[in-house]
C-alpha cells in the first residue's frame, strides 16, 4: 500500500536558519499523526510543507502519489495535492465577505465546479456535522472563536480531502471552546480521516493518535504509540519535553 | 478716497446660467479621468507588487513620475508636448481627461497596493490550501476584501481629481473656471463670480463625500 505522505531526507531553511533537518517520515491512510515539540521547533513548517505552503530545499516530498519537488518546482502537482489536502489554521483564517455557508461553498464551486444546488447542500451537511448548521447565513465574526474553527473544518471537508492537516487548531481559542473543536477532530478520526495534527493539547494527542512525533530543533527526535511516548519515552529532550507540559 | 465694497447678490444669480454650462465639462473630465485612472490604478497597483522586477519596476516609475510631478505640468506637457512628438494636435478635453486618468491612476495605483497588502496572509493561504489558483484566491477572496477598504481613500482621490479640474482653464477647456474667468471679462464682477464658483465646486464634493459615506456603511456592515 503506498503512503499518503512520504518525506525522505527533507531539509528546510528560513534564510541561514536550518528549521528542518534531514526529516524522514511517511504517513499511512486512516492514520492519525500528532506532532508535539517547543514553539520554533519546526513543527508547522512540516505540515505546512505537506500542502506546499511552505518550500523546502533539499531530499524528497510525496503527498497522495505526486512528487512535490524542492524549491517550489511541479507546480501542477502542488495543485492536484491541495485539492486533496484540506487545512485548518491556528487563526481560522475563515473569509470574513462572506457568509459562513458560502465560505464551505466557494471552493467546491471554483474548483470541482460544483453547482451552487450541490455545493449548498454539501455545506448544509457539514454544517450540521459540525454542530452548527443554525449559523449558515451569519458572517464569520458573528460566531464565537470555538464555532469559527468548526466552519473552518467543515470548509476544508468539503472537498473531500484525502488526509487534513491541523496546525495548532484550539492554540487561538479561549479555554472553554477548546473542547467542542477537538471533539470534531475526535469524531473525524473516528470516522477514519488521516489526519497531521500539530497541538499542545496532550491529553487529545494521548487519547486520538495512532502516533506521536517529538521534533526538537527541526529534526524528529522520537516517535512512537501515544502511551510508548508519554509513560516511557526513550529520549532524554522527549522526557523533558513532556515533564515540561504535563508537569502542571 | 473713499473705497466701500458691497456683495452684490444680482450679480452673483446673474452669473449662474453662464456657470452652469461648465459643470458637464467638469463632471466629465473628472469622472472621465477617474474611470480611467481607476483601471490605470488596478493595473499598476497591482504590477507594483508583483514579484518579477521587470514588471515592478516599470509599474513603480509610472507611479513616481505622476505622483512627483504637478498636474499643471502634465496637462500643459500633453496638451503643447505631445502633438510636436505625434504630429497632430489634441484637442483640449482629451488632454484634460488623460491628464486627470494618468495623475489619478498614479495614486489610484498606491491605493490599490495598500489595499492590497493589507489583507491578512492567513487569507491567501487559506485560498491556496483549499485548492484555488493563485488567479481565482486573488479576485474571490484577496480583492473584494481589499476593495472595501479602499473605498474611503478611492473617495479622497476622486475630490482631489474634481478640483484638479480646475487647472485645466489654462488649455481652454469650457469648464467651471473657464467659464467663470469668461463671465468676468465682460461684467468684472470677479468676487461674485469666483464665490458663486467656489459653491458649485463645493456642492459637488459635498454631494460625493455623502455618496460615499453610504456605499461605505452598506459595504462595511457585512464584515
Redesign the interface.
Known amino acids: 500500500m503506498t503512503h499518503i505522505v512520504e518525506m525522505k531526507g527533507m531539509n528546510k531553511y528560513f534564510g541561514k536558519l536550518h528549521v528542518l533537518k534531514n526529516i524522514d517520515l511517511t504517513v499511512e491512510p486512516g492514520e492519525v499523526v500528532v506532532i508535539i515539540g517547543a514553539s520554533g521547533s519546526g513543527k508547522s513548517t512540516l505540515i505546512r510543507c505537506v500542502?506546499?505552503?511552505e518550500e523546502y530545499e533539499s531530499g524528497k516530498l510525496v503527498v497522495d502519489g505526486q512528487t512535490l519537488a524542492p524549491k517550489g518546482g511541479n507546480q501542477k502537482a502542488l495543485?492536484e495535492i491541495?485539492?486533496e489536502?484540506?487545512?485548518v489554521?491556528q487563526?481560522f483564517?475563515?473569509?470574513?465577505?462572506l457568509t459562513v455557508k458560502r465560505n464551505i461553498m466557494?471552493?467546491p464551486m471554483?474548483?470541482k465546479d460544483n453547482s451552487q444546488v450541490v455545493a449548498n447542500a454539501t455545506a448544509e451537511r457539514l454544517l450540521n456535522r459540525v454542530g452548527i448548521g443554525n449559523q449558515a447565513d451569519k458572517?464569520p465574526?458573528q460566531l464565537s472563536g470555538g464555532q469559527q474553527q468548526r466552519v473552518a473544518i467543515a470548509?476544508?471537508l468539503a472537498?473531500e480531502p484525502r488526509l487534513m492537516?491541523f496546525d495548532e487548531p484550539t492554540s487561538a481559542l479561549d479555554p472553554e471552546m477548546i473542547g467542542e473543536v477537538l471533539d470534531v477532530m475526535r469524531e473525524l478520526a473516528k470516522e477514519g480521516m488521516t489526519m497531521m495534527v500539530v497541538t499542545h493539547e496532550m491529553g487529545f494527542a494521548r487519547e486520538v493518535a495512532d502516533r506521536v512525533i517529538y521534533i526538537h530543533e527541526g529534526q524528529i527526535v522520537e516517535q512512537g504509540k501515544p502511551d510508548d511516548v508519554f509513560d516511557n519515552p526513550q529520549n532524554e529532550r522527549t522526557q523533558a519535553f513532556l515533564s515540561r507540559v504535563l508537569a502542571h | 478716497m473713499e473705497f466701500q465694497f458691497q456683495f452684490d447678490w444680482q450679480a452673483a444669480i446673474d452669473s449662474i446660467p453662464f456657470l452652469l454650462k461648465g459643470i458637464p465639462y467638469t463632471l466629465l473630465i473628472s469622472f472621465g479621468g477617474l474611470l480611467i485612472g481607476f483601471v490605470l490604478g488596478i493595473i499598476f497597483g497591482l504590477l507594483s507588487i508583483n514579484k518579477k522586477w521587470f514588471l515592478r519596476w516599470p509599474a513603480t516609475a509610472y507611479i513616481e513620475i505622476f505622483r512627483g510631478t504637478p498636474i499643471l505640468v502634465q496637462v500643459l506637457f500633453i496638451f503643447y508636448g505631445l502633438p510636436d512628438l505625434i504630429g497632430s494636435p489634441i484637442n483640449p478635453l482629451t488632454a484634460g481627461i488623460a491628464a486627470i486618468a494618468l495623475n489619478s491612476g498614479a495614486y489610484i495605483s498606491e491605493v490599490v497596493r495598500g489595499g492590497v497588502q493589507s489583507i491578512?496572509k492567513?487569507?491567501t493561504?487559506?485560498g491556496?490550501?483549499?485548492?484555488?489558483?493563485r488567479t481565482?484566491t486573488f479576485w474571490?477572496?484577496i480583492w473584494?476584501?481589499a476593495f472595501?477598504r479602499m473605498i474611503p481613500p478611492l473617495g479622497n482621490q476622486a475630490i482631489v481629481s474634481i478640483k484638479d479640474t480646475s487647472l485645466f482653464s489654462v488649455i481652454g477647456v469650457g469648464e467651471l473656471v473657464r467659464q467663470g474667468q469668461i463671465y468676468i471679462a465682460n461684467t468684472f464682477t470677479a468676487f461674485e463670480v469666483y464665490f458663486v464658483v467656489a459653491i458649485l465646486y463645493l456642492a459637488i464634493t459635498l454631494s460625493l463625500s455623502l455618496i460615499l459615506r453610504l456605499v461605505e456603511r452598506r459595504g462595511l456592515a457585512?464584515?
Do not use: C, W
Not at chain 1, 93 to 97: A, E, G, I, M, R
Open positions: 500542502n506546499g505552503l495543485t491541495r485539492k489536502v484540506g487545512m489554521f487563526q483564517n475563515l473569509f470574513p465577505h466557494l471552493a471554483k474548483v458572517y465574526s470548509r476544508a472537498m492537516l | 491578512d492567513g487569507q493561504e487559506a491556496l490550501s483549499l485548492g484555488l489558483s481565482q474571490s477572496i473584494p476584501q472595501r457585512s464584515v
